[in-house]
């Protein structure tokens, strides 16, 4: 089976606070990829970062942080020091490359950043 | 380039009305979803298509819903007739073989 859990529904920080977001997935498949997607309140998904199954170092981009481990099978997403812009709901989606390249999204988390 | 482009971007029709959606992939791409997000359900794949052929459309609700995707370039989503609990926001995406997936900014369906 094919599936991605975000075990976290709504998570509120002050701003300026670390955050992590969790995401744990399920796939049969040998080679996938992984992805995080933004969607603010104006409604679009925004891309955020993509993994593939076989590179698991951690990513930073900016105040965002990815930690991808195979062995837990999870893909976590952290944003340090947390800002009001940040607040939205995030994706995390999994696209095995032997299934016709779906993607499988989670239920997201919804951030809300007080200011 | 211009990203995944879908129109409109807000649609507000009446019960029993036939609704058209319509997507237009990034270049070079060779896979489009069409999905569909509300409250209840999140986001739900209806089709999806490889090369222009549909792979997959067991997500698609029922018969009122067809897609077609004549072409690289364009895709269409349709309901006829359409009613209340169609209204959501639609998706479409595209990527090319596990890579990059982008979304468009999604059509806003109303069915009143």
């Known amino acids: 089976a094919q599936k991605v859990t975000q075990a976290q529904t709504e998570i509120s920080v002050v701003e300026k606070e670390d955050v992590t977001l969790d995401c744990v997935y399920e796939t049969r498949d040998t080679t996938y990829y992984l992805f995080w997607y933004k969607q603010p309140p104006s409604g679009e998904l925004v891309f955020l970062i993509r993994?593939?199954?076989?590179?698991?170092q951690n990513e930073i981009s900016g105040r965002y942080s990815w930690n991808f481990q195979k062995s837990t099978s999870s893909f976590n997403f952290t944003i340090t020091a947390s800002q009001v812009v940040d607040s939205a709901v995030y994706f995390c989606?999994?696209?095995?490359?032997?299934?016709?390249?779906?993607?499988?999204f989670g239920t997201g988390t919804s951030l809300t950043v007080i200011p | 380039d211009a990203g995944v482009i879908q129109s409109p971007r807000h649609e507000v029709t009446e019960m029993g009305q036939e609704v058209t959606l319509r997507c237009k992939p990034i270049?070079?791409?060779?896979?489009l979803f069409w999905y569909r997000q509300t409250m209840m359900r999140g986001l739900e794949l209806l089709i999806y298509?490889?090369?222009?052929?549909?792979?997959?459309d067991s997500g698609m609700p029922e018969d009122r819903f067809s897609a077609k995707m004549p072409n690289a370039s364009f895709s269409t989503l349709k309901i006829q007739p359409s009613e209340p609990r169609d209204s959501a926001v639609y998706f479409c995406?595209?990527?090319?073989?596990?890579?990059?997936?982008?979304f468009g900014q999604g059509t806003r369906l109303t069915v009143v």
């Open positions: 989606a999994l696209s095995p490359t032997n299934t016709g390249n779906q993607f499988y």
């Open positions: 993994r593939n199954s076989f590179d698991e």
């Open positions: 298509f490889n090369n222009n052929v549909p792979i997959d």
């Open positions: 995406a595209s990527s090319l073989a596990g890579t990059l997936g982008f």
């Open positions: 270049s070079g791409h060779n896979s």
